[in-house]
Nanobody, 115 residues
Framework: QVQLVESGGGLVQPGGSLRLSCAAS????????MTWYRQTPGKQRELVAG???????NYADSVKGRFTITRDNAKNTVFLQMNNVKPEDTAVYYC?????????WGQGTQVTVSS
């Protein structure tokens, strides 16, 4: 059974930092492209950051220079380090694992940026 379990969300002040984690089980983690998406009510889910099996990364323009995605294949976990967060970063953050046409989603973790 495949599971992606996100954690680390919560309430953070503008300018603060937060680290999200996504622990995977039931997949050959190292072979998967891992991506963080986010979604706010009434809007489509949008890509935040992705990391390939070889470590290549890509970021949405809105988070470049502030967010960093990394992966630990030994722990089957992908991380999203969020620095200098802004109110517009408020969303539910989802972890996605993709290998060819196979894709899996986590249940999401809420991030709220507010003073």
């Amino acid at each position: 059974q495949v599971q992606l379990v996100e954690s680390g969300g919560g309430l953070v002040q503008p300018g603060g930092s937060l680290r999200l984690s996504c622990a995977a089980s039931g997949i050959t983690f190292s072979a998967y492209v891992m991506t963080w998406y986010r979604q706010t009510p009434g809007k489509q889910r949008e890509l935040v950051a992705g990391i390939g099996s070889g470590g290549t990364t890509n970021y949405a323009d809105s988070v470049k220079g502030r967010f960093t995605i990394t992966r630990d294949n030994a722990k089957n976990t992908v991380f999203l380090q969020m620095n200098n967060v802004k109110p517009e970063d408020t969303a539910v953050y989802y972890c996605n694992a993709k290998f060819t046409v196979i894709t899996h989603w986590g249940q999401g973790t809420q991030v709220t940026v507010s003073s």
